[in-house]
Nanobody, 125 residues
Framework: VQLQASGGGLVQPGGSLRLSCAAFGFTSDYYAIGWFRQAPGKDREGIVCMNSGNGDTDYADSVKGRFTISRDPAENMVYLQMNNLKPEDTALYYC???????????????????WGQGTQVTVSS
């Protein structure tokens, strides 16, 4: 499995960004996929997970109502739309996945079997 995240950048508080994740090499249609982030000096924070089968999602309270995960299986893409960004959202964001499983508790999202390089999101005025 290969994952490649992109779309990060510098944005002012209240602004929006859309992260993209190109996901290739899946050997199963049954998997969990989502995003975690890591700010300097802090632990990994799982922020969202989606189940491949029914599309059920789970969001961290810190991003609920502001972030939305979506996917386009035909294009092997997963997206994270981030609205009303706050300075505390500043972090490296990683796309991550695990095959043959449903979404774990969000604290486990930072420790799945596959993730790509991160994309930096900086929220600052």
């Amino acid at each position: 499995v290969q994952l490649q995240a992109s779309g990060g950048g510098l944005v002012q508080p209240g602004g929006s960004l859309r992260l993209s994740c190109a996901a290739f090499g899946f050997t199963s249609d049954y998997y969990a996929i989502g995003w975690f982030r890591q700010a300097p000096g802090k632990d990994r924070e799982g922020i969202v997970c989606m189940n491949s089968g029914n599309g059920d999602t789970d969001y961290a309270d810190s991003v609920k109502g502001r972030f939305t995960i979506s996917r386009d299986p035909a294009e092997n893409m997963v997206y994270l739309q981030m609205n009303n960004l706050k300075p505390e959202d500043t972090a490296l964001y990683y796309c991550t996945t695990e095959l043959h499983v449903r979404c774990p508790p969000l604290y486990g999202m930072g420790y799945l079997g596959h993730w790509g390089q991160g994309t930096q999101v900086t929220v600052s005025s």
